[in-house]
């Protein structure tokens, strides 16, 4: 209990402040008990779907924290969920509705709270090429894990031997996402295809671009260790974690709005929910778990993935939030319990196994 405190400790007193945070406001913008109860229900209710959506990005953060910079991964754990909290949940649909309704950041702000209705029928207009950025980047960091050569762990083995023998072939997850786009655009008007399309482009240039920084920043560094220097910037994968970040947290602000169209009670309930992500991505770097359960990566990638085609398919079809959080679970817990089968069949193993002679 008390290491469980160490990890989550802080997330449990930011939730206790934005409960208190969210009575408030359901008192003094309503003045009646029930609707106040109503407003603290769809808050808990959001925090838990975040943390459901999201879990797969505190297993994916945790892989790349763990070879980062000591600095830069607290830089990561602080200015991270500032930027996490404060920007995706508050500032990102603001900035949706300013661009779409072509008005400033004041008069967006003065619109989701005296017609919530409008500014939740401007942000959800904009799903298409939310869908076409956020599902292109998250496609490409699923089908990069996958398409690996050297990776010489495989949970589905069937499949995941057959991808990695295609890794020599240059861009070939490239070319998966590009055909998947095209392939959805088809299905859109021709103005939902041209913006499904731009969006696409833009993140895959995205991700190829956060990728070739993080490239460059590691040639660098080699270089300065080669001539002496002791040097060490994590800058190249914070960038990449917060854009991660920033496509992860697409489906939970939209699907939010399928709960409430307040923007305060939007942005208390995502936040309580980014603060545990947060907290479970420092646990799983602190108590090793992703070494200790050797397939759990897999599972979250595998997520990532499904996740990322969820999003492309969105722009066309309707696909319920739950759904897309129960899948990502659902494949997250079955890596684990395949991690503790692995672990318990070694160590069965290794009691079996006979004592070794010990030469004289």
Request: a negative charge; glycine letters at 10%.
């Amino acid at each position: 209990m008390h290491t469980l405190l160490r990890f989550y400790g802080f997330s449990l007193a930011f939730t206790a402040a934005c409960l208190a945070l969210a009575g408030y406001y359901g008192w003094v913008s309503t003045g009646n008990i029930g609707a106040m109860a109503s407003i603290l229900w769809i808050v808990f209710v959001l925090s838990i779907l975040e943390v459901s959506l999201s879990f797969d990005n505190a297993v994916v953060n945790a892989t790349v924290l763990r070879e980062m910079d000591p600095v830069w991964q607290q830089r990561f754990l602080t200015i991270g969920i500032l930027i996490a909290v404060f920007g995706m949940r508050i500032v990102f649909p603001i900035a949706i509705v300013s661009i779409a309704a072509q008005i400033g950041p004041w008069e967006a702000v003065q619109l989701s709270l005296g017609r919530p209705e409008e500014y939740e029928r401007i942000v959800s207009s904009a799903h298409v090429g939310i869908a076409g950025f956020g599902g292109a980047f998250l496609a490409m960091v699923g089908l990069s894990f996958f398409f690996d050569g050297e990776k010489d762990i495989h949970w589905i083995a069937a499949i995941e031997r057959a991808v990695s023998r295609f890794s020599s072939v240059p861009a070939v997850e490239i070319g998966l996402v590009l055909t998947l786009i095209y392939g959805v655009s088809t299905l859109l008007s021709d103005a939902d295809s041209l913006t499904f399309l731009t969006a696409g482009l833009l993140g895959l240039l995205t991700y190829i671009g956060v990728n070739a920084l993080g490239a460059i920043i590691e040639q660098r560094e080699a270089a300065k260790k080669a001539s002496g220097a002791i040097v060490r910037s994590g800058l190249g994968g914070f960038l990449y974690l917060e854009v991660l970040d920033a496509s992860f947290s697409f489906d939970g602000v939209i699907g939010a709005f399928a709960l409430s169209n307040n923007m305060i009670v939007i942005a208390i309930g995502l936040s309580i929910g980014a603060m545990f992500v947060r907290s479970m991505t420092v646990h799983l770097v602190k108590a090793g778990t992703l070494a200790e359960y050797r397939y759990l990566e897999h599972g979250a990638f595998w997520a990532i993935i499904v996740l990322g085609a969820i999003m492309l398919l969105s722009a066309r079809y309707h696909i319920p939030e739950t759904f897309t959080g129960l899948i990502g679970a659902t494949l997250i817990g079955l890596s684990l319990l395949w991690s503790i089968r692995h672990n318990r069949a070694e160590a069965r193993n290794g009691q079996a196994a006979p004592p070794a002679v010990q030469p004289e």
